[in-house]
């Protein structure tokens, strides 16, 4: 191997009483792609954070190319060569493309910006990526979030940057953007950038990256290259544990015919949807970001209102009512965005848990903050999500631990047929494990559920039927026996 | 030691904020006397009416996500209304409901105005700020509306020789008050007001009517500001189209001093009065303390800003 461009030698650091990392070490070649790996709480962003700048550790040596490598803070970071690529786009919206990737580093004179040496470079960043073609000069808004994305790596570029950190840069991103972006990394590679890679996707990770570091509870657990290990290998390593069977088998029967949507259209983004979920079903959709599958779910729970088609709820034609009415028939939402629409960050726990049924816990429009309390303490304990009590604020949880909320709503209702938008986005695979066992276990128990998820390994693994949504149109319903990932992804993508 | 000092801030942090004011009053000797007898409480719980009972309604509202920027000509309006009202011979009951009524109406356009055409409330409520100020103006003629006598008057005077009765207003006030306090905390109603501002699209999501709630959060809120009104024209006696300019942002001060947040879905009853209280003692403190005008409304622009940091403390960081 070639001397280390990024060498970690017993990094820890620790917050009060609670020791985040303990005696790391991390080593990246020169132009190599290195997987960071671990559940959520392992001490990633921690890490992270020490890496550019953001805290100082408390022991422990960093090199960087063989010099001693000790940011004062993110800038200096940035200016000895290690750039941040953050989960979330930090654009300036209403700025243009050129002004963002030059944002903090404008060619100017005196203070006046020198426009034709700006687009020069800014131009150059977007080359080196492979997206010479952008706009230089609309409004950054106006881009899709992979397109942002690209964006801000164009602006981490100008840096010049030896290393390249990217946190969940895939978190966001539909299954092609994910592969365009695959290409913009081995450009950066080809170009000799170094890059920390950090993903809950493992399978990502396998494919993108040289080597790996797995980190659990603060340390480091595992090192090595990518082709030696497998998929079951790494998430042992990450959780502790084998995961003999990530996806729960437990039998179950289907009954009769509980929801029915026919011919249901929201135009632009469905068409013509007709799909009947059994008690007892798990129905998966698969599809592309943007082919409707949301916005199916939402059409049939009344967020939407449908321009035409109808639905029916065990049997009864429900016309297109609202989110109101459909709990009161049995249905339940979860929302794939948990932080806007899904949860209520500044409330506590009993009050998200119990938001759809206030009126059951009292008479005459009074709450009876007891028998409330109680309920929600009733979720907590059997999800054991990790909280001081059901009065403390949702959004002081864990991405996992949020979830977990969202779904206790759903439970505590209790909701007959569930609607569940990607219910393990952001979380960690502990969780994960958690959540399929549920959604297994709620099936057995005669529930039916209509899950909709991107990462087509969970579908497989859970789901009894599968549809496939291509650009507002469900294509193609068949018993999972008859699906492959790969078939999947052809009739996701419209090559059959 | 900071988590520590956070959990007393969260606990009692405006209450504090009372404290540490009121004994800064009682510091100087030649004001100190009258300062803390009790017929000056008195005179600054009757000062505080007005801006309370319209804080219990910007409660509602800020909780909900939402700003009222109209009160002030609410105020002037039902308040002229009513002297006309007294004008023609009807009886305090009637008026003040008749005021309550206007109130109510006014908070009606506000809300559906806000939930119909989705429109921000803060542009709404200050096109409602001219609207409601120039309907008052046209109403009284662009003068005073003078009547002879209404046992309205009494309701807020604190010139009552034998001692230790409050004005009605006073009590008034404090009933509300509880009303509303328990209506935010331990009814439906309210945990639906407190999902709506925090998450609007999680409160939609979950079933609850969002449209209707708005409606009916500026509609109660009307209320209470109507009420204001009467007291208003309690303590004037006469109906002036030209009162209560900027009286909003005094109330909305007070509410945040109190702990809520302009984000929606954080705010206590008990905080915004405890925020109007602290207001009303800087002023009468001052006043006794021979402070120019100008002086306190410098100080109580600190105040407003010191709260709200300290809030933003206690929540980590997080406003």
């Known amino acids: ?496 | 030691m900071i988590p520590a000092l956070r959990r007393i801030l969260g606990k009692a942090g405006p209450f504090i904020g009372l404290v540490l004011v009121i004994g800064l009053f009682a510091i100087p000797e030649e004001t100190r006397v009258h300062f803390l007898s009790y017929h000056n409480f008195k005179i600054i719980l009757t000062q505080t009416v007005i801006v309370s009972i319209g804080a219990l309604g910007m409660t509602l509202i800020i909780v909900s996500g939402a700003i009222d920027l109209s009160v002030g000509s609410t105020v002037a309006l039902t308040g002229v209304i009513a002297a006309l009202l007294i004008v023609r011979g009807w009886g305090p009951a009637a008026t003040t409901l008749a005021a309550i009524g206007v109130g109510a109406l006014i908070g009606l356009l506000n809300g559906s105005a806000v939930a119909g055409l989705r429109m921000p409330s803060f542009i709404i409520t200050l096109g409602m700020l001219g609207i409601g100020r120039g309907t008052a103006k046209w109403l009284a003629d662009n003068q005073t509306v003078s009547y002879e006598s209404s046992p309205i008057n009494r309701w807020m005077t604190t010139a009552n020789p034998s001692g230790a009765a409050l004005p009605a207003g006073v009590w008034v006030a404090v009933a509300l008050a509880v009303a509303t306090s328990l209506l935010l905390r331990k009814t439906v109603f309210g945990r639906h007001v407190f999902a709506l501002g925090s998450n609007e699209a999680a409160a939609r999501l979950c079933g609850v009517p969002t449209v209707r709630l708005k409606i009916v959060v500026f509609a109660l809120a009307g209320c209470f500001f109507g009420l204001s009104g009467v007291f208003q024209l309690s303590r004037l006696r006469l109906g002036d189209p030209t009162v209560a300019v900027g009286l909003e942002l005094d109330i909305i001060a007070a509410v945040i001093i109190g702990g809520a947040s302009l984000n929606g879905g954080a705010g206590t009853v008990l905080g915004s009065i405890i925020g109007a209280l602290i207001m009303s003692v800087l002023r009468n403190g001052s006043q006794q303390m021979g402070w120019p005008n100008y002086f306190q409304e410098i100080i109580i622009g600190l105040v407003i800003i010191v709260a709200v940091f300290l809030d933003r403390f206690r929540r980590g960081g997080r406003a």
Not at chain 1, 6 to 22: C, E, M
Not at chain 1, 113 to 130: M, N, P, Q, T, V
Not at chain 1, 172 to 191: H, N, P
Not at chain 1, 214 to 232: I, N, P, Q, S, Y
């Open chain 1, 1 to 496: 191997m070639s001397p280390a461009r990024l060498r970690l030698d017993g990094i820890s650091k620790s917050f009060g009483a609670t020791q985040a990392l303990r005696s790391v070490s991390l080593e990246v070649a020169p132009a190599e792609v290195h997987a960071l790996i671990g559940e959520n709480g392992a001490g990633k962003s921690t890490l992270l954070k020490i890496l550019s700048g953001a805290h100082p550790s408390d022991s422990g040596a960093m090199e960087l190319d063989g010099r001693p490598y000790r940011p004062a803070g993110p800038l200096d970071a940035r200016e000895r060569g290690v750039a941040m690529i953050y989960q979330e786009v930090n654009l300036a919206p209403h700025l243009s493309v050129r002004e963002n990737i030059l944002l903090g580093l404008e060619s100017a004179t005196l203070g006046w910006i020198d426009a034709e040496a700006s687009r020069r470079r800014a131009r150059g960043a977007l080359d080196a990526l492979g997206y010479g073609h952008f706009p230089l000069e609309r409004e950054a808004g106006a881009f899709s979030i992979a397109e942002q994305q690209v964006i801000e790596i164009a602006r981490a570029l100008l840096a010049q940057p030896r290393v390249l950190i990217m946190d969940e840069p895939t978190s966001s991103l539909t299954q092609s953007d994910t592969e365009k972006l695959f290409g913009v990394i081995g450009r950066l590679r080809a170009q000799g950038v170094s890059i920390i890679y950090v993903s809950h996707f493992l399978e990502e990770c396998r494919r993108t990256c040289d080597r790996y570091t797995v980190l659990k509870d603060g340390e480091t657990v595992g090192a090595g290259e990518m082709k030696d290990a497998g998929l079951d290998a790494l998430v042992a390593l990450m959780t502790g544990r084998p995961v003999a069977d990530l996806y729960p088998r437990i039998s179950r029967r289907l009954g009769p015919v509980v929801l029915e949507a026919r011919a249901l259209s929201c135009p632009p983004r469905l068409k013509a949807a007709t799909l009947s979920v059994r008690e007892g079903e798990i129905l998966g959709l698969a599809g592309l970001v943007g082919a409707g599958r949301t916005d199916f779910l939402r059409t049939v729970f009344g967020l939407d209102q449908a321009a035409a088609g109808d639905v029916a709820v065990f049997g009864r034609p429900a016309g297109h009512e609202t989110p109101r009415r459909r709990w009161g028939e049995g249905v339940g939402f979860l929302s794939e965005n948990r932080k806007e629409e899904g949860l209520m960050l500044n409330q506590p726990i009993q009050d998200n848990i119990t938001l759809t049924k206030l009126e059951a816990f009292g008479r005459m429009g009074w709450i009876r903050g007891r028998r409330q309390a109680a309920a929600a303490r009733r979720w907590t304990d059997e999800l054991a999500v990790k909280c001081r009590g059901v009065g403390q604020n949702v959004g002081e949880l864990s991405g996992g631990n949020q979830q977990r909320i969202a779904f206790a709503r759903l439970l505590e209702h209790p909701a007959r047929i569930l609607l569940l938008d990607e219910p393990t986005r952001g979380i960690d695979v502990g969780s994960k494990a958690q959540i399929y066992e549920l959604i297994g276990r709620l099936a057995a128990s005669g529930k039916s559920v209509v899950l909709v998820s991107s990462y087509l390994p969970e579908l497989l693994g859970l789901c009894d039927t599968i549809g496939v949504m291509r650009r507002g149109e469900l294509v193609a319903v068949r018993p999972r026996g008859e699906w492959s990932e790969s078939e999947l992804l052809r009739s996701a993508v419209g090559d059959e």
